[in-house]
C-alpha cells in the first residue's frame, strides 16, 4: 500500500491550477469519460509509467501533483493519436503539453535528460527553423554528461547522407522566430 494514493477534497490552489492548464490547452478534463481509447491509440503508452487515460483521471480527481510528477508527460510524443481518438473531443495532447510547461515553471522534471532534450530540440528550431540533428545531439550529449554517447554512429550517417555537419537553411527562418518571439511575450518559455 506504499504506492496508494489519498484521496482528498482538492485545494483551491489545485482546482486554480487546473482551471489555468484547461485554459492553456483550451480543453477540459470533465469532458473525458474514461473510455480509454486514448491509451489504446497511444503509440509510446508500452514507456510510461501512467497511460494518457490515467493522468486525466489524476486531473478529474484534483491530483495535480500526481499528473505534474508522472514521467508520462515527458514521455508524450505530443503525435496527438489520443486526441484524434477521443470520442469526447478532449485534447489530451494539448493537456500533457501544458503540463509539461507547468512542470517547467514549477521545476518538477522528473527526468532532466528528457527536458535537456525538449529546450535543445526547440533552441535549434527557434534558431534553424527546423531540427539540426547534429546540433540537437552535440547539446543533448553535452548538457546532460554524455559526450560521446552514439559517437560511433555518426561518421557512418554522415557517409550515407543522414547527418549534415552544418544546419540547412530554410525560408521563412524570421518568420519561425517571431512566432517563439509572440509566444515568449505571451509568458511562454
Given amino acids: 500500500m506504499e504506492n496508494a494514493i489519498r484521496l482528498v477534497p482538492a485545494s483551491k490552489e489545485d482546482k486554480d491550477l487546473l482551471a489555468r492548464i484547461e485554459k492553456e490547452a483550451g480543453t477540459s478534463v ?28 489524476f486531473l478529474q480527481l484534483g491530483l495535480i501533483e500526481a499528473a505534474l510528477g508522472s514521467d508520462s508527460i515527458w514521455i508524450c510524443a505530443s503525435c496527438e493519436t489520443c486526441s484524434a481518438r477521443c470520442p469526447r473531443g478532449v485534447d489530451i495532447a494539448s493537456l500533457m503539453d501544458a503540463l509539461r510547461r507547468e512542470a517547467l515553471r514549477q521545476g518538477k522534471i522528473t527526468d532532466k535528460k528528457v527536458a535537456v532534450f525538449n529546450k535543445a530540440f526547440l533552441n535549434g528550431v ?36 543522414k547527418l549534415g555537419l552544418l544546419p540547412e537553411k530554410i525560408k521563412g527562418r524570421e518568420e519561425v522566430k517571431k512566432i517563439f518571439e509572440r509566444v515568449e511575450e505571451m509568458g511562454g518559455e
Fill in 30 to 57: 470533465s469532458l473525458c469519460y474514461q473510455c480509454g481509447k486514448c491509451s489504446a491509440g497511444c503509440p509510446v503508452a508500452f514507456a510510461m509509467d501512467n497511460k494518457p487515460r490515467q493522468v486525466i483521471r
Fill in 126 to 161: 527557434k534558431n534553424f527553423g527546423r531540427t539540426y540533428e547534429a546540433g540537437l545531439l552535440l547539446t543533448h550529449n553535452f548538457l546532460t554528461g554524455q559526450f560521446f554517447k552514439d559517437a560511433e554512429l555518426g561518421l557512418p550517417m554522415f557517409k550515407r547522407g
